[in-house]
């Protein structure tokens, strides 16, 4: 049973930077998709960015070029920098696994596909 714990969050002013990371146990990494998704309050879910097995990457376009993500395969833990933070990035972040060919983003936001999810860091951003 694959487990994800986050950490990371916090608050910070626009313009900074926050690394989220979640350490994950009781899954073969080549098996998922690895990712992580975030829900603003009264916002629909979106997916932020994925990774494969094979370190291939997919960002939403929101983040793209401020976010980057990366796994450590020999830690089981994988990472969501976040650079030039905007108010707009206020969410609760989630740490994601899915086992969906091609790693597509809409299923590292879709509850129903995923195989697992972490509780969630809060990122507060002001300006």
Do not use: H
Request: proline share 2%; aromatic share 10%.
């Amino acid at each position: 049973q694959v487990q994800l714990v986050e950490s990371g969050g916090g608050s910070v002013q626009a313009g900074g930077s926050l690394r989220l990371s979640c350490a994950a146990s009781g899954y073969t990494y080549s098996s998922y998709c690895m990712g992580w998704f975030r829900q603003a309050s009264g916002k629909e879910r979106e997916g932020v960015a994925v990774i494969d097995s094979d370190g291939v990457t997919s960002y939403a376009d929101s983040v793209k070029g401020r976010f980057t993500i990366s796994q450590d395969n020999a830690k089981n833990t994988l990472y969501l920098q976040m650079n030039s933070l905007k108010p707009d990035d206020t969410a609760m972040y989630y740490c994601a696994a899915v086992r969906v060919s091609g790693c597509p983003m809409w299923a590292i936001a879709t509850m129903g596909a995923l195989d697992a999810w972490g509780q969630g860091t809060l990122v507060t951003v002001s300006s």
